[in-house]
């Protein structure tokens, strides 16, 4: 059995995160086995905490928390490996303590072929909440085959020649443990790698995404990979945020050409475009949250009804915005208002997922609006922060208008997405939008010329 101790101070914040709540809000652990040096299997154990939910504690310069982590690996009732790992997470004084973000961590050892048990504990010191999370996974023997690993998904993938503990070669793969995505990770990077093919052969991979039960969602062409080494990598990406929210497999058929060898992965993964928050769903309307309930139909009322409104005295606007809700109750025999609900989830996830500095709540947002307004839109594309541009997305909708766009761009980059060119009615219209963007060396890739 070995055992290790581990401090470490993490300073990095890594990626936004669709917001959770709870024990250490945003907690996930994924474990995924590869072929390591010298006929071993390497595991890697990955997970993400939401710095948001952290009871951080105020120093002269900073802000600080420790998290404790405790790390076993069982076969059986035997301990096989475990870890205690210490993390200290620091955040500079005028930053925003409870912003959302996901701090990400990996850790690995080797084992023999088996069948395991992970028992992974997370402590905040700051307040003494515990989250735990049980994993059961198979360390495979290396067969005469194709040999295939487990999928890892990833959220994001760039250029990273410096290197990292989420580096493979060049790439940084930034990990999606819960291997959920939705509006913050719209593409769902899928990563394994493939040991047991005849140098100089070609590996056919089938991607498939298919219902837990099997039932088959949507098949993609065939990716072909030339076998070079005895580890073959194989990456590819796939926009997720059009499917219907629910629980969903990504398959890997993966086929030589030249041997007869094959091989099959599988790994399990989400689509959620919002959360709805029963409390504020159902609260009913009185004069003390008249604010909070104008807001949530800021975008929906119509110019008289907002002249209206402003002109009524406190209980005649709790009327008002009742009046207005069960107008528009699609079933006024269920005990709630589904349109209310849809609308009250919208803007609650729009308001802490498209937060922005100075922007007094990420509801108040273009982002935001749009998302009120039309609810999650059915495909994504995103250009990401580059030394070329600006980052910038673009919204579709497929339904709306006929199919309609919208583009979002932080222009400054500083984080601040502002809507520079939609071809829904009544929005801003300017096909330029991209050149006005900073491009000093042309080389961005403009979307509407691929």
Known sequence: MMRSIHYIIITLLIALATPTFGLIGGFAVDVNVFRGPDEASLVEVVWSINRGSLAFERFEES????VLLDIGIFDGAEVTDSATLMRIIEIPRGEMVTRDYLLFDKWTTTLEEGQYRLVFTAVDVGDGDTVESEIDFTVRPFDKGL???DIALASEVSM???G???NVGELKMLPNPAGAFGISFPTMFVYFEATGAPEGDTLDVSFSILKPGGEPVKQFDKLKVAVSGETTPILNGFGVIGYPEGAYLIRADVEARKAPLQAVAEKGFTVSKGRVRPEAAVAGIDTTNLDREYNYVAYLL?????????RLPAESRVEFLSRWWDERNPNPRTPQNEFRQEVVSRWHYADEVFAESGSGGGWQT??????ITHGPPDNIERSEFAMQSNPWEQWQYFALEGGVFFVFAD????GRYRLVHSTAQGEVFDPSWFQKLMDPHGTSRDPDNR
Do not use: C, H, M, Q
């Not at 273009?366 to 998302?371: E, Q």
């Open 63 to 66: 802000w600080a928390d420790t």
């Open 147 to 149: 040999w295939l690993s």
């Open 160 to 162: 990273n020649p410096e």
């Open 164 to 166: 990292g503990i989420f």
């Open 302 to 310: 119509n110019t008289n009804e907002k002249r209206i409104y402003e």
């Open 366 to 371: 273009d982002r935001g609006r749009v998302f």
């Open 411 to 414: 222009e400054r980059g500083i």
